[in-house]
Every structure is written in C-alpha cells, then in structure tokens.
C-alpha cells in the first residue's frame, strides 16, 4: 500500500462529514463576491484540523496553511460562488435561495457549476492531509476563492496581497466537476481552458421616422452588418488548426417598428487557446466596428468596452505528467485525457502572480449508467445536463470521494515522503 492510498483508506471517516457539508453548501448557494456563509464553513473546519487560517483575502476569500516541516509548498484551490440560476434538480436539498445581484436585482441561485463539489472535495482532502501529517511533509496550502464565476475573484485575491500573507507555492492545483461519468479523472497537457474576452459595443446612427430612413443613419442595419462582417474573423482570418469562437450573444435597438432608432448595442464573448490569437480577434473586432461605422457615415465614433476577462488555462507539462502518474497509481483505467475545453476560468491568475506552474483537472459527475446509456444512444448532448444549467447535478458519490482522492494523490506527489 503506498501512502497515498493509506490517507485515501480513510475516507470513510470523513465520509459523513463531508457530505452533510456538500447537502448544506448546495442549499445555501452564493453568488460571486457574496460567499460569507461558505467562507464561514471553510475557516471553522480548517480551524478545527488545525490549520492556520488567513480570511478575508479578496473579500471572502480563505487560505487554510498546513505547515508540516521542511518540504515543497502545494497550493489546492477551490472556488466557492454559485450562479444566478434557478434550480430545477428536484433534490430534497436544491436550493430556494434569492439574493441580490451586483446591479441590484433579485435573482434565484444555484450551485449549478459545482463549485459546492470543489469545496467539499477540497476539505475533505484537507482532513485527510491533516489527520496524516506522518505521511508528508512540507506545507499544503488549501485556498478557497470567491468569484471565479465573474472572472475576477482570483485576482481579487492576489491583488490584496495573498501572496505576502502566505507561503509562496511550489506548484498550484486546481479540479472542476465536468459532465462525464462520475469516479474519473481527465487530465490534459498543454492548453485545457480558453482564454475569453467579452466587449459592449454601442454604435451611434441618427433616428428617424420608419418611414423616412433617407433622413436617418440606421443603427439596426448597421449592428446587423457589424454581426454578419465579424463571423469572417474566425471562419477566414483564424487557422482551421486554431480553435476560436466569437459569439455576439446580445444585440438591442429600438423600441417600436416604425421608429429607427439612434444607437444600437451589441454584446459579444470571444474565446481562443493562445494569447496571441485572442489578442488578433480582438483588434480585428475594433477594425470591423469602425470600418462598419465608418460605412455608414456615423455622427459618432463607436464605443467599445471590454469586460469579463479570463486568462488562458494552460497546464504545466512536467506538473501534468507527475499527477497523471499518481492519479493512474490511485484511479487505474478511470483516468483519461480530458477533452480541450471551450470554457474559461480565473485559476491560473494564482500562479501566474508568481511564475509557478500548475495543472487543472477534471473530474466526472454524471452517474456512469445513465452516463454510458446517453454515449450508447448518442445523446450526450440531448440528455446529460451541462454546467451552468438549472438540471446540472453532479452524483454525490463517488463524486465527491473521487474529488477528495484526486486531490490528495495530486498534493502527495509534491509532499509524500515517496515523492
Ligand atoms: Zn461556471
Ligand atoms: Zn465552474
């Protein structure tokens, strides 16, 4: 029995625990910046395992500091907010929270991207670590961060100097629960999570009466060029070998059918895997909205904003390959490569703050016969629920177990006395 294994036997001591915890942080959902009664939780469990715990990083953000001698210093992040969904899961413990939002509405929330599972799993793994101090040595770093749904909760922390009030990290590890059957593991060298970028762009025309458009500058055709002109940049300007996309998920005029009126407003989301890509869709949107503008002889320059960043998930290869062969030691055959993902995250703004490498995997939540029936059927995509949707469950178990596992045998590669 290796040592990982032997900290991993002891789950089922934590087992009840940590379950009652996952039932009650997906009940009581969130959203990002708004994670008090979360960070709550986390700081009383670290405390009482006897980490050190420094709070507040960030707004709600925690560090729980395990020192355990001379040794490499891990990092295992956690994210903790949820998202303005309404859940549709049915589960006894499904959220009925409502809660106020950043521009002051009342929304419903939800955990429907697991974040809950992340927090679960990773205190779980640090009771673990901390009930086997035997076994390792050097000091685990447990952060839990707020926000990752905005984009900025990460930066949040490193801004508010995370950095000179823990342990600087060797290495940095994060997991994100993913449709796929429950009790595996994906892993990916090299790129994992796209780097994406959202803009607002208002565009000024001149109104008029609908009946006369000579006397007018219609922004509705203009926003309606701009949207057709900007699918060229991925379908002609980008590689078929380099993958984009570049959506414009929201465009507003008008009021009324027979009113043109002044202005449009169109929003769009671009994603890409390298930096230098997304920094060529970028400025090929500002050519084709002034362009566009220009085309349509109008008052006013446009103005573009842009919002909602995410730096790209690239993982470290060297990181990837010492946790794959530690996962593959624990897991067997339930590990596998992880598909390239067009989702974006704000975890590698942690160790970017200082250079340190890192690698982000993926964990299964789907039970595996409702799983294997959906592949069998080919309708993954018609019945396996995805994040961010109000039916996105993930299976308790082994979900959670899994999470918990993966995590350990990750930290212990860097810390087990084997390493
Ligand atoms: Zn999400
Ligand atoms: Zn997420």
Known sequence: ??????????????????????????????????????????????????????????????????????????????????????????????????????????????????????????????????????????????????????????????????????????????QHVLPGPTGHVGVRNGAVLSTAQSMRVTVYGRGGHGSMPQNTIDPVVLAAMIVVRLQVLVSRETAPTDPAVLTVGSLRAGTKSNIIPDTAVLELNVRAYSAETMARLLDGIERVVRAECEASGCPREPEIERFGAFPITENDSETTERIEEAFRDLFGDSVGILDLQTASEDFSDLPNALGIPYSYWGLGGIDTATWDKAVAAGRVLEDIPVNHSPKFLPVMQPTLKTGTSALVAAAMSYLGKEA
């Open 1 to 174: 029995m290796t040592d990982t294994e032997r900290i991993v036997a002891d789950y089922e001591a934590v087992r009840g625990d940590q379950e009652a915890l996952y039932r009650d942080l997906h009940e009581h959902p969130e959203l990002s910046h708004q994670e008090t009664r979360t960070a709550e939780k986390v700081i009383d469990g670290l405390r009482t395992w006897g980490f050190d715990v420094v709070d507040g990083v960030g707004g709600t953000g925690v560090v729980g500091v395990l020192a355990n001698g001379a040794g490499p210093t891990v990092l295992l992040r956690a994210d903790m907010d949820a998202l303005p969904v309404e859940e549709d899961t049915g589960v006894p413990y499904a959220s009925t929270q409502v809660a106020t939002d950043a521009a002051g509405a009342r929304v419903p929330v939800m955990h429907a991207c697991g974040h809950d599972v992340h927090v679960a799993s990773l205190m779980g793994a640090a009771r673990l670590m901390a009930s086997h101090t035997d076994l390792w040595h050097g000091t685990l770093l447990a952060l839990f961060q707020p926000a990752e749904e905005t984009g900025d909760g990460a930066r949040g922390m490193v801004d508010d100097h995370l950095f000179d009030r823990v342990p600087h990290p060797d290495v940095a590890l994060a």
